[in-house]
């Protein structure tokens, strides 16, 4: 029954974050958002959360000098958030 929690929390993690980026595109005017090093930290589930959505190709994840990364929706991730919306 835990793994059924897990996995809940997970996908809902994703969901949080691609749903943030669906509304940093419109408000960045499509520019990416940064993700600092300190906000990642060592939150594990955080940064398998981003490696999945970029390997899904909903989101692009790109290392930045700093440690950080810029990440921005893909247009495929635009759809995927709005098609979701559309059935809830």
């Given amino acids: 029954m835990e793994r059924m929690g897990q996995f809940n929390r997970r996908r809902e993690l994703r969901r949080e974050i691609l749903g943030r980026l669906y509304d940093n595109w419109f ?5 990416p958002s940064v993700l600092s090093k300190e906000q990642l930290g060592e939150a594990k589930e955080l940064k398998l959360a981003y490696r999945y959505l ?3 190709g909903l989101i692009r994840l790109h290392s930045v000098e700093s440690g950080g990364y810029e990440i921005s929706i893909t247009i ?7 098609m979701t ?3 809830e």
């Fill in 27 to 31: 408000e960045l005017d499509g520019e």
């Fill in 76 to 82: 495929q991730g635009i759809d995927r958030v709005e």
């Fill in 54 to 56: 970029a390997d899904k």
């Fill in 85 to 87: 919306n559309e059935n």
